[in-house]
């Protein structure tokens, strides 16, 4: 009976995201499994086909000491093995080592066969998983893993990287075709690069709704990064117990490779046409961010051997795909730092909106993909490109002032989605960054607008979650067709990638500090304490209440002055808080404000009085220690280091820092000096972040 009403839809979506998948009480036939009670070392629960694999009776083991049983099987081959390297292994079980590996022998039927063993533990009691281990020829693995690793290493783009990973993958495991599955912010699945076999169906560009991977499935990604599925047609081997009425509580199979698989996903497999499959987890430093998924049409045994070569690929491509990215967001983020710069060396000479606009607003466009951008300052509105009509934009802007407070940008890719589709005349613009200008009263806005852009998307069947009634209970039907089916996209521009968002307001910065030069400049002598104020304000950095980049300009270049003059040591610290995209995107930028307010307070408090600190942009700060030599400077930044890492944020975590120090040079301007202290920066965060380089 199919259900269409969406509070049926509802409940069937939140079964689906509560089916205990972790949990499932039985294995895969691919191995076996035995459970021991941690205190007594006696074996509460094994699979069923315990004696198929290990040709140990199940009514004999369970109940037995692991110790005894061991024991037995040691007197069985002529070789006499001892486990006691197995045994080590398994006391190795900690919250630091939660997962062990041992390779061991054992004979099944007078056959010695071998067999990897994995173990984790879950509460109270010790998880053994065992898999038969082929013979390979592990030489021959070992050169086709160089080979691949080598072109990984050489690819250049992301394109590339990728599109040689799952022809590497495939070409070792031996499936029918290879996906890299990326998610986007909704969690669908979009096929990035693919390889296949002649007469498979490729999905390649293709989306996947949510549902296909829910959220307890994914998170499981988490614990172990491998889902292998040999034979999608077995039956599961339930687990049985000693006692089946003890109330053992069910085990967490999550680290191991037999868990069982859902019917859903079975189901699921079968109507793709899947006989087996592997999945590979790929994850950044925010999180989940895509799958290399594997599909063989046929049952595709897979040796544990060829699994974690699949694994070491799908790793050093990992690394190589965010390094690229990183080098790709440093390269996006030098252009916009040239044109804050323009703002920095040029103080007051482009202070009017209007002027501002005209000068830069074509270049802002191009920088941050924008159709038009608008000025709101002072009640003044400049605006260029393709923007609303003037009248729209100042009802957007007193929205915005009415609900939207604090220093924290404000986006969408659709604004019909958003209450400013009843304040604006939008047009075909479905996209806006909103940027706060803090630093001058009354706060002004700088606008960013892109167009809708329509396009098709395609999707591997119909994406509509399909509810259904299973013995009384509202469940998600697994879909039956994986056909091209086509979504009509209106009414979204692309998306704002985070990197622009923090870049762009960077740039607010800049142009708020540029623009309260202006008001400073307007201001005449009967309002002298008012021009202190703002004088003050033009300063200091509104959120940190350390200098702003263009005090620490001002300071710098006397400093390198005097330097210079009387030969006097100068030493420069230029510090960035790592990883600090994730505090905005995980806990908000409220959360990375206070962050940046903690570490400016508590960096002051270390310093000497003779030294200063300032915000340079961003997540980034200037130390300048006058009087200091480079041994100094290293000694002061390597204290501040360990006090940033000792501070407690509670629920954030621990937060770092990377610190680069130059002194100065005879010869270097302000610009050399900043610039080798950044470097050495640099040279710190790709040392692995959290110390100190000079």
């Not at 049926?8 to 949990?23: F, G, M, S, Y």
């Not at 923007?387 to 007193?398: D, F, H, Q, S, Y």
């Not at 200091?540 to 002055?561: C, G, H, M, P």
Request: hydrophobic content about 40%.
């Amino acid at each position: 009976m199919s259900l269409h009403n969406s509070p049926q839809l509802d409940r069937a979506l939140k079964n689906c995201a509560n089916e205990p998948v972790h949990i499932p009480g039985a294995i895969q036939p691919a191995g076996c499994l035995l459970c021991v009670d941690e205190k007594s070392h006696r074996i509460v629960q094994v699979s069923a086909n315990l004696e198929s694999v290990l040709g140990l009776p199940v009514n004999t083991v369970l109940g037995a000491f692991l110790f005894d049983v061991l024991a037995q099987q040691s007197t069985r081959m002529e070789s006499g093995p001892s486990f006691q390297g197995m045994i080590d292994e398994l006391n190795t079980l900690s919250e630091e080592r939660p997962l062990v590996v041992h390779e061991i022998r054992w004979s099944v039927d007078g056959v010695v066969k071998v067999f990897q063993l994995s173990a984790w533990r879950d509460d109270h009691y010790v998880v053994i998983e065992m898999e038969p281990v082929p013979r390979l020829r592990q030489r021959r693995i070992l050169a086709r893993i160089n080979q691949w690793l080598a072109r990984l290493a050489e690819a250049e783009t992301r394109q590339e990287l990728l599109d040689t990973l799952v022809g590497g993958i495939r070409q070792l495991v031996g499936h029918d075709r290879v996906m890299v599955y990326q998610f986007d912010r909704d969690w669908h699945g979009t096929v990035v690069a693919e390889s296949c076999a002649e007469g498979t169906t490729s999905f390649l560009d293709h989306h996947f709704p949510a549902t296909d991977i829910p959220e307890q499935v994914r998170n499981l990604y988490s614990v172990n990064p491998v889902r292998s599925i040999p034979d999608a047609t077995a039956k599961p081997v339930p687990l049985l117990s000693c006692d089946p009425l003890a109330r053992q509580p069910p085990l967490d199979l999550s680290p191991g490779m037999l868990r069982a698989v859902s019917p859903v996903h079975l189901t699921y497999l079968a109507n793709m046409g899947v006989g087996a499959s592997l999945s590979l987890s790929i994850h950044s430093t925010d999180g989940l961010w895509g799958l290399v998924a594997c599909h063989a049409r046929q049952p595709t045994p897979l040796s544990p051997a060829l699994r974690d070569a699949a694994l070491t690929l799908v790793r050093m491509a990992t690394q190589r795909l965010f390094l690229l990215q990183e080098r790709e967001d440093a390269r996006y983020a030098r252009r916009v730092l040239e044109n804050r710069m323009l703002l920095v060396d040029h103080p007051g000479e482009m202070v009017k909106p209007d002027q501002l606009i005209n000068e830069y607003g074509e270049r802002w466009m191009d920088l941050f993909n924008a159709d038009g951008v608008a000025l709101m300052y002072q009640k003044k509105l400049s605006h260029v490109g393709h923007t609303p009509p003037p009248e729209a934009l100042l009802r957007i802007v007193n929205h915005l002032n009415d609900e939207h407070h604090g220093n924290a940008p404000w986006s969408s890719d659709c604004l019909n989605e958003t209450v400013l589709m009843d304040v604006g005349r939008l047009a075909d613009l479905a996209g806006m960054l909103a940027l706060p200008l803090t630093a001058v009263s009354p706060p002004g806005w700088l606008l960013f607008f892109r167009e809708e852009q329509q396009h098709v998307r395609y999707w591997a069947g119909s994406p509509e979650a399909e509810p259904v009634v299973v013995e009384g209970r509202a469940v998600i039907n697994p879909r039956r067709s994986f056909d091209r089916w086509e979504e009509q996209v209106a009414g979204h521009s692309p998306p704002w990638r985070s990197i622009e968002i923090r870049l762009a307001r960077e740039l607010s910065e800049n142009i708020s500090i540029t623009m309260f030069i202006h008001q400073v400049d307007m201001l005449n002598e009967r309002l002298r304490k008012t021009n202190q104020y703002l004088a003050s304000l033009a300063t200091t950095d509104s959120l940190t209440d350390t200098w702003n980049r263009y005090r620490i300009e001002q300071e710098l270049e006397k400093e390198v002055a005097v330097a210079r003059r009387y030969t006097r040591p100068c030493t420069l610290l230029l510090f960035d808080i790592d990883n600090f995209k994730r505090f905005n995107d995980v806990h908000g930028h409220e959360a990375g404000d206070r962050v940046l307010k903690v570490i400016a307070h508590e960096v002051t408090g270390c310093l000497r009085e003779s030294d200063n600190l300032g915000r340079w942009g961003g997540e980034e700060f200037i130390v300048l220690a006058a009087n200091s030599t480079l041994d100094d400077g290293a000694q002061l930044a390597e204290r501040l280091r360990l006090h940033v890492e000792a501070l407690d944020f509670g629920e954030l975590g621990v937060v770092t820092i990377s610190v680069g120090v130059a002194e100065w040079r005879k010869g270097d301007t302000r610009k050399a000096l900043v610039a080798r202290a950044d470097e050495a920066m640099y040279r710190a965060k790709n040392s692995g972040r959290n110390c100190v380089k000079y």
